[in-house]
């Protein structure tokens, strides 16, 4: 079965390998070389100055990273603006909301892309404010966030950016001389090609020092100190470590993120163009697209469902839209082990649908 949804992903070999590596107590010295590795690794996707950055890591699924980073790095006495234009933006602001972090929203239509001029309106009518969340890669719709204008709004206003990355850390541009980002937050399931259980945020140390302390396990000031301590307050997940060391090993080897950008952006090409002979439009053109995932309109007389249960017959999972654009649109996802004639074989599945 090949997976086409956004993560977790079809693994290689190699990464489903190395899960078979012998068992290791989490106090013990080969654990804390893996969990280093992993998190000097990290830091070197985009070539980041450890003295700068640091990757701290958890147990959990994406989820817990972007918690962690809004629960922690918002200050006590900060104020978060949240951007929405999708699931994912709105899961930052019920995080928000249940932390009781003081905040405020920009919400945006899903399809629509975040307007800057209402961003900035909000950012100067309260001075408060003292970070923005925005998700980089809404993968609700496909669509890729614009962090460096969003950026530049930022840091002529002084305000720290939190990017929920979850779905771009490894395939997509992230400008981290750009002083406004504080954090990314990510997973190891999506474009690094591990498996799930073992998130990450990537952190200007400096942000650190203001960190609050509203969550027990996902206190990312104490995960930071005692990671950096060769520590772990709890059990991690082991396994996922293995794989995800392994997995940045083998995106290394493959030539790094931009090699990784330019595979996806071949693959989903070759999909979009695939699917758009074949009658289905891609919901949103190319330079508004990430190269991870792209939406597309559903077929006329067909519905999610039955095309769903019919490539999955044929050993394909592809992915429903969320809420109220699950009857128009499908998604497919080409992160993981996917190759040229893996979609050609997916392209052929939905001619013999259709016939
Ligand atoms: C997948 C994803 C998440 C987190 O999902 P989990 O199921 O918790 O791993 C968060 N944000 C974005 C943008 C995502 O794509």
Redesign the pocket.
Known sequence: MLLLN??PVTLTERVRRSLLQEDLCHRESEFFDVQEEARTRLVGVYELDPAQWQAVLMT?????A?ESMIASLVPADGKLLVVEN?V?GE?ITAIATQYGIAHAVVKHEWMDAPDLARITAALDADKSFTHVAI?????TTGRLNDLRALGEACRARGVQMLV?????FGSEAIDFDDTSIAAV?A?A??CLHGV?GA?FVVTRRAALATAASRTYYLDLKRLATLQDQRNTPFTPSVHAYYALVEALRELADEGGWKARHARYAALSEQVRAGLAARGMASVLPREESSVVLRAFRLPAGIDYPKLHDALKARGFVIYAGQGGLSKELFRISTMGDIHADDVERLLASFDEIAN
Do not use: F, L
Request: proline share 7%; charged share 15%; hydrophobic share 20%.
């Open positions: 956004p993560g959990g699924s994406g989820t817990a972007v999708g994912y899961r998700i980089h890669h809404e993968t929920d990355g979850v779905s771009s937050a997973t399931n999506k799930p998130a």
